[in-house]
């Protein structure tokens, strides 16, 4: 957590626009680290740590999840046969992923609005693939004959790849959103090899951030954000000498 700490605090104070929005195109934060501060840091590995920034840097760590990369790189090789994370990330761009997703329009249709809900949000991950399975299933059952998932229907790598991205963003976004509703935070800033300046990590955690806090939330990211740690420790290390 200190490596975070020094990390964050080293490239906000030596990198011009270091840290921006992004929705679709970059919006460089303006303000100083009275206007930052306090942030929650969501700091994305295999899996996830969050921290808690205070006035004058103080940290500390207050969440974390197992769901992160690692999980998304699982699922990817498990279902898709792919184990390198920027191939998954190109075929993603490709993909649609309310193909695959049970989204709320498929389920309220005109009438989300009317509930508080909006109508593009996911409500349930891959929740397509589950409902054809159980629709060919009784089918099956009626001809006493076997299912498969082949047999429900063809879904599209980059759909699955698409929605992979999707559900894993949008679960992280979601337990960022509540940490940083508890503490008391506004801004939260996504890090961590697993942004890598992808602009489909960056829209999707983005967008998830927005639902999960009804648009109360800034969601910002960070130049050299996959070297955070490493910045850190080396700062540590020179005061150290």
């Known amino acids: 957590?200190?490596?975070?700490?020094?990390?964050l605090l080293c490239i906000i104070s030596n990198v011009k626009d270091a840290i921006f929005k992004y929705e679709g195109s970059y919006k460089f934060f303006q303000g100083g680290t009275e206007e930052l501060l306090p942030l929650l840091v969501v700091n994305i590995g295999s899996g996830i740590s969050m921290v808690k920034m205070s006035a004058n840097f103080?940290?500390?760590r207050v969440f974390g999840s197992m769901v992160g990369g690692g999980t998304l790189m699982g699922l990817s090789n498990m279902l898709l046969g792919i184990d390198n994370f920027e191939s998954l990330l190109e075929l993603s761009k490709k993909g649609d992923n309310s193909k695959v997703d049970m989204m709320v329009k498929d389920l309220y249709g005109d009438s989300a609005n009317k509930y508080g809900l909006e109508a593009?949000?996911?409500?349930?991950?891959?929740?397509?693939v589950a409902e054809a399975v159980a629709v060919c299933r009784n089918k099956a059952f009626e001809h006493s004959s076997e299912v498969t998932i082949d047999q429900a229907e063809?879904?599209?790598?980059?759909?699955?790849?698409?929605?992979?991205?999707?559900?894993?963003?949008g679960n992280i976004a979601h337990l960022a959103a509540l940490c940083a509703r508890i503490h008391?935070?506004?801004?939260?800033?996504f890090t961590g090899n697993y942004i890598k300046n992808s602009h489909v990590n960056m829209i999707e955690l983005t967008k998830a951030l927005r639902i999960w806090s009804s648009g109360d939330m800034d969601?910002?990211?960070?130049?050299?954000?996959?070297?955070?740690?490493?910045?850190?420790?080396?700062?540590?290390?020179?005061?150290?000498?």
């Open 120 to 128: 593009n949000a996911i409500s349930c991950s891959f929740g397509k």
């Open 154 to 169: 063809d879904y599209e790598d980059a759909d699955i790849a698409r929605a992979l991205v999707v559900m894993i963003a």
């Open 219 to 241: 969601c910002l990211f960070l130049r050299y954000d996959g070297f955070l740690g490493s910045i850190g420790c080396i700062m540590e290390s020179l005061k150290a000498t």
């Open 58 to 60: 103080d940290y500390e």
């Open 184 to 189: 008391k935070i506004k801004k939260v800033m």
């Open 1 to 7: 957590m200190t490596s975070i700490q020094a990390g």
